[in-house]
């Protein structure tokens, strides 16, 4: 659904293909600034995340990496991963979106917030992306 600045709002539909196997990801090699608004609210200008596939065409999604070095999200995702037997994802103060899905975990207590250092993200018990159409899916670092 798209709200334009008349107030006309349009709605756009695409299939949803849906796969059990593992998503691939790669960690970006691009800063995504933790304060910028594109990355922090939802919107159709969505280059950085465009971007990002460009830079790693043979990964299923992209780990996003702030100006800290800290995992954000993915780009069309929020990440997770488990530590020590118990599931985190990025705070929204990392620079990500607060996305439905994640929130829901949050809520529930499935996970809660821990920055987490990119290149730490392969040392992870799991790792798992939350989409709010595709759900909770298990991921691995490139492969």
């Given at each position: 659904?798209?709200?334009?600045p008349?107030?006309?709002?349009?709605?756009?539909?695409?299939?949803?293909?849906?796969?059990?196997?593992p998503?691939?990801?790669?960690?970006?090699?691009?800063?995504?600034?933790?304060?910028?608004?594109?990355?922090?609210?939802?919107?159709?200008?969505?280059?950085?995340?465009?971007?990002?596939?460009?830079?790693?065409p043979?990964a299923?999604?992209?780990?996003?990496?702030?100006?800290?070095?800290?995992?954000?999200?993915?780009?069309?995702?929020?990440?997770?991963?488990?530590?020590?037997?118990?599931?985190?994802?990025?705070?929204?103060?990392?620079?990500?979106?607060?996305g439905?899905?994640?929130?829901?975990?949050?809520?529930?207590?499935?996970?809660?917030?821990?920055?987490?250092?990119?290149?730490?993200?392969?040392r992870?018990?799991?790792?798992?992306?939350?989409?709010?159409?595709?759900?909770?899916?298990?991921?691995?670092?490139?492969?």
């Open positions: 659904m798209l709200l334009e008349d107030g006309t709002v349009t709605v756009e539909r695409h299939p949803l293909v849906v796969d059990d196997r998503v691939r990801l790669a960690i970006d090699s691009e800063v995504t600034r933790s304060d910028d608004p594109f990355s922090c609210h939802k919107t159709t200008y969505r280059r950085h995340y465009d971007d990002a596939r460009r830079r790693h043979d299923d999604d992209v780990v996003l990496v702030n100006e800290h070095g800290h995992a954000i999200e993915c780009t069309i995702a929020n990440l997770a991963y488990r530590i020590g037997g118990a599931w985190f994802v990025p705070p929204l103060d990392d620079g990500g979106l607060a439905i899905g994640r929130s829901m975990a949050l809520h529930a207590g499935r996970v809660t917030e821990r920055s987490i250092v990119a290149t730490h993200l392969a992870c018990e799991e790792l798992a992306v939350i989409n709010d159409l595709r759900g909770w899916r298990t991921a691995v670092i490139g492969r």
